[in-house]
């Protein structure tokens, strides 16, 4: 049984261009959830998405954006990067919205930006 | 403003002892407590979860308690093992309705970590 699933592992840009972060849910699970984790702090809540629609927001920009396809898995898309947008960029998952939060996280994407 | 609080960076313990992590929080909608385990190059790793309407949660060598009065939780390993050498980060939750589905949503907010070290 796979757990969460995310790709790129590493990932380098240069300041304002556009990044997608790909995540596969726990089989069984349908609800996304994604975390921004900067050096030396802990996960931060970006967004949750269930039934492809976000449903609750964290205080990212707008310039955070997602989606998520019928297949349950979710991309996390971030325009005009800045080099504070460094981070371990971690997806989280669950079934359906009962039951708590999220448990399971993925391995992360390490995103950077030069 | 943190609204979950580990105040210890470090924590040094010998193999075989006990592991007390401590944390702290602000926000009185938290209903839902979990402490996760972190290796680096990895994601988190969930350990043990309790609930606001109880104040102890035991699971093998883990065991969290909770103070709601004083907002404080706290996680106990016993005994210790070098293995346990780790990042551990608190979480609390708060539960929001989903109108349109009838469910719930939950955010995680999370402590800044303490890095426990078990030494052999």
């Known amino acids: 049984d796979a757990g969460v699933t995310q790709s790129p592992t590493h990932l380098i840009k240069t300041r304002g261009q556009q990044v997608t972060l790909r995540c596969s849910p726990k089989?069984?699970?349908?609800?996304v959830s994604w975390y921004q984790q900067a050096l030396g702090q802990g996960p931060q809540f970006i967004f949750q998405y269930y039934e492809e629609e976000e449903r609750q927001r964290g205080n990212f920009p707008d310039r955070f954006s997602g989606h998520q396809f019928p297949n349950y898995s979710s991309e996390l898309n971030v325009n005009a990067l800045l080099l504070g947008d460094s981070a371990l960029y971690l997806c989280?998952?669950?079934?359906?919205?009962?039951?708590?939060?999220?448990?399971?996280f993925g391995p992360g994407t390490r995103l950077t930006v030069l | 403003d943190q609204q979950v609080k580990q105040n210890s960076p470090s924590l040094s313990v010998q193999e075989g002892r006990i592991s007390i992590l401590n944390c702290d929080y602000t926000?009185?909608?938290?209903?839902?407590f979990l402490w996760y385990k972190k290796y680096p190059a990895e994601g988190p790793t969930f350990l043990i979860s309790?609930?606001?309407?109880?104040d102890k949660n035991e699971d093998g060598r883990f065991t969290v308690f909770l103070n709601k009065s004083a907002k404080h939780l706290s996680l106990h390993i016993v005994p210790s093992q070098p293995g346990d050498s780790a990042v551990y980060f608190c979480?609390?939750?708060?539960?929001?309705?989903?109108?349109?589905?009838?469910?719930?949503?939950?955010?995680?907010?999370f402590g800044k970590g303490t890095l426990l070290t078990v030494n052999p």
């Open positions: 979480a609390a939750s708060a539960e929001f309705p989903d109108r349109s589905s009838g469910g719930s949503n939950y955010k995680l907010t």
């Open positions: 926000n009185s909608m938290f209903d839902y």
């Open positions: 089989s069984g699970h349908d609800t």
């Open positions: 309790i609930s606001s309407i109880k």
């Open positions: 989280a998952s669950r079934p359906g919205l009962a039951g708590g939060p999220a448990k399971y």
